[in-house]
């Protein structure tokens, strides 16, 4: 059956291997901050550590952080601030909660412990979400179920798994995740070079096609000016055609005038000599 609140309060606070160590003990024991709530236990995180940095940096397996912001797709390593002792004849089952899963972030293993675990809890979460997310000490990080079962197992946790403490987190653990989850960040800066790389070659696509049109309006332009400066040419020809054909006339007008003359003279001199 699942254990409730006041099942869970009187195991945490037994002298004889209390279901939980290393916790902060609640004013209010019925409150909505507890630790304990009406079928279930909260549990907190302690230390944080950072997939991609290098040993004995901050974030590592020697110097967990206390705190740590995850953008979009990044991962991280916590285990909880509090310590649980199952005995044989318990065992949990772990879920964030939906103040933690609302925001986007992804657990990507808690599940079933077995009866007989002793340790601090550790969990792998991605931030699945669009914006930040703080991962801080003592911020509530997962819900516990525990379930009383109707006896002991033959053979426990501990009793199994000798050789390694489930608590430790080693460099090696770390290293085998990915700081970027989905490769956010690379990706981001991959397609942000493609996108820079095709805006760069449309832009001198651009400044060709632009240029070869500016070049040909330039040709136009100038076969325009070539054109108009003919025109120019020819009405200032045309202009000395008629000022030169306006002097013709007027010389051949003269002309005729004096030959009309000198005709009426020769006609008047031959009436006088036939007289």
Not at 44 to 50: L, R
Not at 65 to 81: D, Y
Not at 166 to 190: G, N, W, Y
Not at 213 to 227: H, M, P, S, V, Y
Request: proline share 4%.
């Amino acid at each position: 059956m699942i254990v409730r609140d006041i099942e869970l309060r009187n195991l945490i606070e037994q002298r004889d291997n209390p279901l939980l160590t290393n916790f902060d003990v609640p004013k209010d024991w019925a409150s909505k901050d507890s630790l304990v709530q009406p079928c279930s236990l909260d549990l907190h995180v302690g230390d944080i550590y950072q997939p991609g940095v290098k040993p004995g940096k901050a974030g590592s397996a020697t110097s967990p952080r206390s705190q740590l912001v995850l953008s979009t797709g990044q991962t991280a390593v916590i285990t909880t601030k509090e310590s649980i002792h199952l005995t044989a004849d318990y065992a949990a089952f772990g879920f964030p909660p939906s103040s933690v899963s609302s925001k986007a972030l992804l657990m990507t293993n808690p599940g079933h412990i077995d009866p007989g675990f002793t340790g601090t809890l550790q969990f792998t979460v991605i931030n699945m979400g669009r914006e930040n997310y703080v991962l801080r000490k003592n911020d509530l990080i997962v819900t516990l179920l525990i379930f009383k079962l109707a006896s002991e197992v033959g053979a426990d946790y501990s009793s199994r798994r000798k050789d390694k403490n489930p608590s430790m987190i080693e460099q090696v653990d770390i290293d085998t995740l990915s700081p970027d989850f989905v490769d956010v960040q690379k990706r981001a800066s991959s397609i942000a070079k493609k996108t820079l790389g095709w805006t760069t070659l449309g832009a001198s696509v651009l400044a060709v096609v632009l240029g070869w049109a500016f070049t040909q309006i330039d040709k136009r332009l100038n076969g325009f000016d070539e054109i108009q400066n003919r025109l120019t040419r020819v009405e200032d020809e045309n202009l000395n055609l008629s000022k030169q054909l306006s002097e013709t006339r007027v010389q051949l007008e003269a002309q005729i005038d004096v030959d009309h003359r000198l005709e009426k003279l020769e006609t008047n001199r031959a009436k006088g000599d036939a007289k």
